[in-house]
Nanobody
Framework: QVQLVESGGGLVQTGGSLRLSCIAS????????MAWYRQAPGKQRELVAQ???????NVADSVKGRFTISRDSAKNMVYLQMNSLIPEDTAVYYC??????????????WGQGTQVTVSS
């Protein structure tokens, strides 16, 4: 009984900004890494950014310097601040988290996705 729900997507002009949020709820013991992925039309799903429990991050080269991932572990939330958006950022963005539901059971969970559209 674990669910991840994204919010904050929408339509924005080139150069604009959006902030995506994701909250995990349900029977959660603890959460390890959290991440954002995206899938553009006709393309494979790709990792955008990942943040680990200690706060270290990995970001894709395509968004480095423009996107920032952060988390609030106490609230089971992860955020993606997206600045200087370009049409190539248009995609469905998915929240991902490695969640322990007990002290011995862990697996990745995925959100339903939120659409981000950047107009040219």
């Amino acid at each position: 009984q674990v669910q991840l729900v994204e919010s904050g997507g929408g339509l924005v002009q080139t150069g604009g900004s959006l902030r995506l949020s994701c909250i995990a709820s349900g029977s959660i013991f603890t959460i390890d890494a959290m991440a954002w992925y995206r899938q553009a039309p006709g393309k494979q799903r790709e990792l955008v950014a990942q943040i680990r429990t200690g706060g270290s991050t990995n970001v894709a080269d395509s968004v480095k310097g423009r996107f920032t991932i952060s988390r609030d572990s106490a609230k089971n939330m992860v955020y993606l601040q997206m600045n200087s958006l370009i049409p190539e950022d248009t995609a469905v963005y998915y929240c991902n988290a490695d969640i322990w539901t007990t002290s011995w059971e862990m697996r990745p969970y995925w959100g339903q996705g939120t659409q981000v559209t950047v107009s040219s």
